[in-house]
């Protein structure tokens, strides 16, 4: 019978192509992407159409303020469920005051926070979906970040935030060298449970026959018993090596007598 | 020698692989387990006190328990447990050999046989709307077929034939605006009487044919106003309603169907009169009525005038009126007085006829009486004797008779609420308590007698001595710490606020105290921690509870705080903390220098509050300030939101207690897809032994151990419903790993066509959960494991020898999370309601889980069915390592029912708490009834069973120094012998 539980259901995983090609994207055009877009979206009759969501940060206790926009393709399956796909970002560049409040920030080992609208189509949807990382965790040699969005549908559950790599602690104070973003981005949706295999009665009851089967009753016996056994097992040897030095004495005459008499003091 | 030592070692790996079911021996049963049989606080009480037979009481209690309890000790005759949904709306006795019970808003009519509880007959009656339902079966001992049981409940007023059940005829009062009020049938009449009220202003009496149903006459009148619910039935044509302003009384009488009102003011009755409150009892010709926390007896008049006849000023507890001879009429009341309650019979025609008073030392710590049963007998000198059934506020039940308690039940411990452990004093020197001890005489023949009895010589009566004896062996039940901590206290509080200790040995209640507190007179308890657990410094406090209630049922009424000491059950103090109580966080590690462990308690207002209130812990906790993190769960509106520690709120309050917090992430479920059924934690006090896990071809899997993980479940809102109420296609259920600090999903699985309810545990690092797949129409169970992947380059021996691993280094949360998980399914075969796992001292021992099922009895599984690694065709080298053969089903091995052929009645929790030797742990659990066992999940390997034979072992040396002495002369006779030779 072949292997009924390799993972068949992989989750969806769209990796949005970034690294070094979008952060020096960033670092040139950010500044002129600041513009706070107006969330557009393009209604094709088609199953697809395309949406936009911002993102907005916040440093320590400030107000959420506009940082980057997350444009992706929404997918209408025929079952009337969506998915969304292709998902590109595109991060504004930290302002100059913007650096400063982030130094502070780096100096008192704050949060950094940023926040996503849980529903992408009707934004911001039931509430904002919140994250927040200390902000000593993101510089490297520029600013790492990675975001894993959990979806559900159009929804945005929940949005992982953080640094690439591990964060050490105590966190050490450290200043980016580049201000510009590295910005990761994964969209995940659920993961399918497998289904319970169901194995045929005649594999059940030979694995049962083989596997469950009780403990045979010499087992239980040893087990219950072992105690009684093992000094019965002492005495037995004793009488063995009696009988043999015995046997012994009997032929080697009075030294075999005196060791007799030592085993057995000795025991 | 060495082959006795491979035997030995040969004997090792035996026992070690056996697959070790727990299972018990007929003759164990009752050694190390008790079971406490209750019924919960008595809602009604019906007697049964015919001269011939057993006398007995029938009660229905708030449990959903029917029970029939023998008057004179108390005990269980017998008892029924309906479903939680199933609520007892009335009692009676019918034929003078039926209990009639009406359960489930007056949709399900029972009939039991009095002498032993078997159910005669059951009928499903009707039910079109929520109402009132009445129960009425007429009081005739006579053996009449004619009469049958009027039942009114879900609109329909059903008459039932009281010998097999079969509905005689049924009425329709669905109408709108319609409400039934009272349903009376005078004796000797063939016509029903329904009174109902349209739209509560106008009376309507029907006249109903007993016979057949038919409505005999309608009368009705309007009432210039409108009539509150509250109604009180004075008499076969005359009832008393309060109007919807409180402050008249409106008599209704409704003699030969005409229906006639007077008012009367309740001011004319008593001068301060306020908000009146129509009292329950039922007192023929006259009513009580609650004023001013005064209750007042009102009379009822033939003309329907009310005059007042008495008033009793402090809070007085009454029963309905009692038939006794000559035609008159009796109630009781109690009231406290000191320490003491008064109990006073009166004739209700003439109060001033005082038929018993009797004073009886009452308990503080029961509180007051709540309600009242009394029944009365005849004397020898054939006076009127009366007993009083009467139910404490901590809903204890005792029966007074003759100036004294007859019995008393502890029937608090029905509705435990939250459960902790508490460690015994330990023996102090100088206080010999083993004193009771036996000499070595004694101790020498008991074990003489367990010697007969391993080798089955013992006769009858030596096996009855051998299982008394074991019952009191070894003092299980003292006072004092031993040395296996097999000794314990669970400290138990119930839902009427009281505290009991029991002990672990044989059950019984060490102490209970009732909760006060100086803002309220009863706040009702919420949750239970340990506060204060002396162990390394500060030995000689006493370790206390603290217990958080509230005043009121409301989440935003304000805490109260009480600390009890555990050893006494005193109260050590109790504090109204000022604010309210939402959560209650004990910090984990963090204790200070007399050992009390430091909780924040979040309130209302978003706000957290440090406890206890002492710089000293102040200091500690500004210490790790920075790294506080907590999170909350809004279940309606199905956000998880985490927050971090802000400031002190010293600009709000100059609490320097107090601190604000802020949202640092925030998970939203949509609201359309999911809702939240199930959130579940690891036990903060959970000890892991071993972060590795070996697998057979020597690879080593890092746990994933974190104390900061969740785990959620969310269905399909249309899922959130009975099992099968949607199509698989409907409805999905959603499992989430959620870390607390930084609000990651670290695993997020669904399974489709799945449905709740989900019963889930949550140790080390896996989760089992249990939930229904409607596809497969079988209850399924899932265990997901965590495994790390940032340590998984630990594994080369050289880099731990030379230190180049990173498995001291400090985890962050903040790191990206580099784990895996591993899942594997199986259906099982029971439906569950609730599960736990076992723990132990160090972690060493294997688990079991503990899986309440259905049939309220606890089942142990083996941690190594649900292990993920299970395949079809296990390797030589995994089967060696005791990885069991992939099934489909988790098995049911009758044995390894730990609560053997007992139930634990309406289970609701189980709680397990390890004893100080390693391979034993504590399992307590509880719902109606209470059960503990001790439970050795991979059997007692540290310490020699109770039931070994010392005398045996004893007896067995003996042997052999004597077998060694005679040989040795024997030989010494040979040598000689020889030597002569």
């Known amino acids: 019978m072949a292997k009924l539980t ?64 997350f444009s992706a393709r929404l997918k209408s399956w025929s079952h009337g469920g969506k998915t969304l796909t292709k998902l590109r970002f595109s991060r504004n560049g930290f302002s100059d005051e913007e650096k400063d409040t982030f130094k502070n920030l780096l100096k008192g080992d704050d949060f950094y926070r940023i926040r996503l609208p849980s529903n992408v189509i009707s934004p911001p949807g039931k509430e904002f979906v919140v994250a927040s990382v200390r902000a000593r965790c993101l510089p490297r040699d520029g600013l790492d970040e990675h975001f894993v ?60 026959a083989e596997g469950e089967v009780e403990p045979p009753p010499e087992r239980s016996f040893w087990a219950k018993y072992w105690m009684y056994l093992i000094p019965l097992g002492l005495v037995v040897m004793n009488a063995v090596t009696q009988a043999t030095n015995m046997a012994e004495e009997q032929t080697g005459g009075q030294a075999g007598g005196s060791q007799v008499q030592q085993s057995a003091r000795r025991r | ?163 097999d059940g079969e509905l005689l005829w049924k009425k329709d009062f669905t109408a709108e605006g319609f409400e039934v009020q009272r349903v009376l049938q005078p004796l000797e009449s063939s016509i029903v009487y329904v009174l109902g009220f349209l739209h509560s202003s106008e009376a309507i009496v029907y006249q109903i044919d007993s016979k057949s149903g038919e409505v005999v006459a309608e009368k009705s009148k309007a009432f210039p106003g409108r009539f509150s619910g509250e109604i009180s039935a004075v008499s076969n044509d005359k009832v008393v309603v309060l109007d919807s302003t409180r402050s008249i009384l409106v008599t209704i009488s409704f003699v030969d169907g005409e229906i006639s009102f007077q008012k009367t003011l309740i001011s004319s009755l008593v001068e301060d009169s306020g908000e009146a409150e129509i009292l ?163 101790w020498l023949k008991g074990h003489i007698l367990k010697l007969k009895g391993s080798l089955l010589l013992a006769s009858p009566e030596d096996v009855v001595a051998i299982q008394e004896m074991r019952m009191k062996s070894s003092g299980r039940s003292k006072l004092t710490r031993d040395h296996n901590g097999f000794r314990k206290l669970f400290i138990a509080l119930t839902r009427a606020g009281k505290l009991f200790a029991l002990h672990t040995g044989d059950g019984r209640i060490v102490w209970s105290t009732l909760l006060n507190s100086p803002a ?73 220098s007399t050992e009390q462990r430091l909780h924040l308690i979040a309130d209302t207002d978003g706000h957290v509050h440090l406890y206890p209130k002492t710089p000293e812990a102040l200091g500690i906790f500004q210490r790790e300030f920075q790294n506080v993190y907590w999170y909350n769960v809004e279940g309606d509106d199905g956000i998880i939101r985490g927050h971090g520690m802000k400031s002190s709120c010293a600009g709000e309050t100059a609490d320097e207690y107090c601190f604000t917090t802020r949202e640092l992430w925030t998970v939203v479920f949509p609201s359309e897809s999911e809702k939240i059924i199930s959130t579940l934690t690891r036990k903060p006090n959970e000890v892991v032994h071993t972060q590795a896990k070996v697998s057979t071809d020597q690879d080593v899997l890092y746990k994933y151990v974190s104390r900061n993980l969740l785990f959620v479940a969310t269905v399909s809102p249309k899922g959130a419903g009975e099992i099968g109420s949607v199509t698989p296609e409907e409805s999905a259920l959603v499992v989430y790993l959620i870390d607390t600090v930084t609000g990651r999903i670290l695993h997020r699985l669904s399974h489709q066509g799945c449905q709740g309810p989900v019963h889930a545990v949550f140790s080390e690092n896996w989760v089992v959960y249990h939930y229904f797949n409607l596809r497969a129409h079988k209850y399924e169970v899932t265990v997901v494991e965590i495994y790390d992947q940032s340590r998984a380059e630990n594994k080369n021996v050289w880099k731990l020898v030379l230190g180049k691993h990173n498995l001291t280094a400090p985890i962050s949360s903040y790191s990206r999370p580099e784990m895996f998980t591993k899942s594997q399914s199986y259906f099982f075969p029971q439906s569950v309601k609730t599960i736990a796992v076992t723990s132990t001292a160090k972690g060493i021992t294997s688990k079991q889980l503990l899986i309440g099922t259905i049939g309220d009895q606890i089942l142990a599984l083996d941690k190594r069915f649900v292990d993920p690694r299970r395949t079809l065709n ?28 007992l139930k634990v009645e309406g ?51 003996v042997a052999l120094v004597a077998a060694i002495y005679i040989t040795w002369a024997l030989s010494e006779k040979k040598e000689l012998s020889e030597k002569w030779r």
């Open chain 1, 6 to 69: 390799p993972f068949f259901f992989l989750s969806f995983l769209i990796i949005s192509s970034s690294l070094a090609f979008q952060s020096d994207e960033f670092g040139l055009e950010g500044a002129q992407q600041q513009t706070p877009t107006t969330r557009k979206r393009y209604s094709d009759p088609d199953s697809d159409s395309k949406v936009q969501f911002s993102l907005e940060h916040a440093f320590g206790d400030s107000d959420f303020s506009p940082a980057g926009t």
């Open chain 1, 149 to 208: 969005i959990h979806m559900e549908g159009a929804n945005v559950l929940a949005v992982s935030y953080g640094s690439l790599g591990a964060c050490q602690y105590p966190r050490q104070f450290k200043l980016p060298a580049k201000w510009s973003f590295n910005s990761h981005t994964i969209l995940k949706s659920s993961e399918q449970a497998p289904r319970t295999p169901i194995f045929t009665e005649e594999i059940l009851g030979g694995e049962n």
């Open chain 2, 1 to 163: 020698m060495a082959m006795a030592l491979r035997l030995y070692l040969l004997l090792i790996v035996f026992v070690s692989s056996a697959i070790v079911s727990f299972s018990l021996y007929e003759d164990q049963v009752g050694l190390m387990d008790w079971h406490q049989r209750y019924i919960g606080k008595v809602k009604h009480a019906v007697f049964h006190t015919q001269k011939t037979g057993r006398k007995r009481v029938i009660v229905s209690t708030e449990e959903n328990v029917v029970a029939s309890l023998d008057l004179r000790h108390g005990e269980i005759f017998w008892r029924h447990v309906l479903g939680t949904k199933d609520a007892i709306d009335g009692v009676d006795i019918a034929l003078g050999k039926y209990v009639i019970t009406l359960s489930s808003e007056g949709s399900m009519l029972r009939a039991w046989n009095l002498p032993d509880g078997q159910m005669v007959w059951e009928t499903s009656l009707h039910s079109a709307q929520h109402s009132k339902s009445l129960l009425s079966v007429p009081v005739n001992l006579k053996f009449d077929k004619d009469y049958s049981i009027l039942v009114f409940g879900g609109g329909y007023l059903h008459a039932v034939s009281p010998i």
């Open chain 2, 280 to 442: 329950s009892p039922l007192l023929s010709n006259m009513l009580a009525v609650k004023v001013n926390k005064r209750t007042i007896f009102v009379r009822v008049g033939d003309q329907g005038k009310l005059e007042m006849v008495d008033s009793l000023s402090d809070e007085t507890a009454m029963s309905d009126s009692l038939p006794v001879a000559d035609d008159q009429v009796a109630f009781a009341s109690v009231h406290h007085e000191g320490s003491k309650i008064h109990l006073t019979v009166k004739l209700v025609d003439d109060l001033d006829t005082v038929l018993l008073r009797e004073s009886i030392q009452m308990d503080q710590h029961r509180g007051r009486v709540d309600r009242v049963f009394i029944n009365n007998y005849i004397k020898t000198d054939r006076s009127n004797g009366f007993r009083a059934l009467i139910v404490m506020e901590d809903h204890s039940l005792l029966l007074l008779q003759q100036g004294a308690i007859v019995w008393s039940r502890e029937e608090g411990l029905a509705s435990v609420t939250d459960v902790t452990t508490a460690e015994l004093p330990v023996e102090k020197d100088g206080v010999s308590v083993a004193k009771v001890e036996h000499t070595l005489v004694d």
């Open chain 2, 520 to 592: 309220c007179a009863r706040p009702s308890g919420i949750s239970l921690y340990q506060w204060q657990v002396p162990h390394h410094h500060a030995m000689d406090e006493n370790p206390s509870v603290l217990v958080v209630g509230r005043c009121g049922s409301d989440s935003s009424s304000p805490g109260v705080l009480s600390f009890v000491d555990v050893y006494t059950g005193k109260e050590i103090s109790s504090s109204d903390i000022g604010h309210s109580v939402v959560q209650v966080m004990p910090l984990p590690l963090f204790t200070d």
């Open chain 2, 874 to 901: 296990p390797s030589q080298a995994e089967k060696e390592e005791g990885i069991i053969p992939l099934t489909d089903s988790l098995p049911i091995i009758p044995q390894s029912y730990i609560t053997h052929s």
């Open chain 2, 907 to 957: 289970l609701r929790g189980i709680v397990t708490a390890p004893a100080k030797l390693e391979s034993t742990t504590h399992v307590f659990a509880y719902g109606v009834d209470l059960f503990y066992t001790r439970l050795a999940p991979s059997k007692t390997y540290d310490s020699l069973t109770d039931d070994f034979s010392y005398a045996l072992l004893l007896i067995t040396i």
